[in-house]
């Protein structure tokens, strides 16, 4: 077992831990979120807001896969399932049901 797999072992509990506290309190941390951001914006005096309203949306979306991979089932975060059907082969007719 190599490096990379002792850490991840030892990361899956507090994992599900992090996924389970952002499913409990999405709304609290999306909020710190906006807040944080705008907090930064008027910091800097709107310099960087194009960035600022990029990172906290790829924030926000992070947050919203990890509270909701349980939802998601097998598909990914594009919706579309991991693997397609197997195809049949050239010449076979299509199954029938």
């Known amino acids: 077992m190599g490096l990379f797999d002792n ?3 030892k990361l899956a ?5 992090v996924s389970g506290l952002a ?3 999405g709304d609290k941390i999306q909020h710190g979120i906006d ?3 705008k907090v930064v914006d008027e ?3 709107g310099k960087y807001s194009d960035k600022i309203q990029s990172g906290s949306g790829k924030a926000k979306s992070a947050m919203e896969r ?3 991979k349980d939802d998601t089932g097998p598909e ?11 195809s049949t082969p050239p010449g076979t007719p299509p199954p029938t049901s």
């Open 13 to 17: 509990p507090a994992k599900d831990k």
């Open 7 to 9: 850490v991840k072992a």
């Open 35 to 37: 807040r944080a951001a």
């Open 23 to 25: 499913q409990q309190h």
């Open 76 to 86: 990914g975060a594009t919706g579309t399932p991991p693997s397609a059907p197997p």
């Open 43 to 45: 910091r800097t005096k």
């Open 66 to 68: 990890l509270a909701h």
